[in-house]
């Protein structure tokens, strides 16, 4: 029951950000994707660093480090310098995002299942719509959707993920109820 709990949580909060960035790609989507990519290239230049700075005193790592840490960091430059070329990038990431919470999803209808909450198919399709927009904006980086067309998947996904959440504490609050009314026995 504490994994359960646990989970809405991570749904609710998870749910929240999405909505917030699907809006902001909505909004102003040029800016989002050279954002998103720039910060791809600082990130890979700071794991450059970390990589070679925790092995700087090792002798026999110390060379393979520096080459893999500076291939990594060239990489992390490229990127940061040419955002336009490494758009795709952001397609991979909010798909994986998407399919992750479209199983968080799927698993908290299966809870709502468990606790036999009524209708619990309605957050299981929503859970699945979820993978599905997952699977097609991996599949857009190809297919060149646009961020605005993610943000538009990331409101459905953050609105679905609360719908399912809702669900699930409506059906657990029902069953709370029956058991204390039985205990009042």
């Known amino acids: 029951m504490k994994r359960l709990k646990s989970l809405r949580l991570n749904v609710s909060v998870s749910a929240v950000l999405m909505l917030v960035i699907g809006t902001i790609c909505i909004l102003n989507p040029d800016s989002v994707s050279n954002f998103l990519a720039k910060i791809i290239g600082v990130v890979l230049v700071l794991v450059a660093a970390i990589m070679f700075l925790g092995r700087i005193s090792d002798e026999r790592l110390r060379v393979p480090a520096l080459i893999i840490a500076a291939m990594i960091a ?79 998947m990331l409101l459905y996904d953050g609105i679905s993920s609360l719908f399912v959440v809702h669900k699930v504490n409506s059906a657990e609050r029902v069953i709370d109820t029956v058991i204390t009314r039985e205990e009042d026995v």
């Open 74 to 152: 060239a990489l992390g430059l490229f990127i940061f310098t040419n955002p336009n070329q490494f758009t795709y990038l952001i397609f991979l990431v909010f798909g994986i995002i998407l399919v992750v919470d479209g199983l968080q999803d799927v698993t908290m209808a299966f809870a709502g299942k468990a606790a036999k909450a009524p209708r619990w198919w309605g957050p299981l399709i929503l859970g699945g719509i979820d993978l599905a927009l997952g699977v097609l904006c991996v599949a857009g980086q190809f297919v060149k959707l646009s961020i605005a067309a993610i943000g538009i």
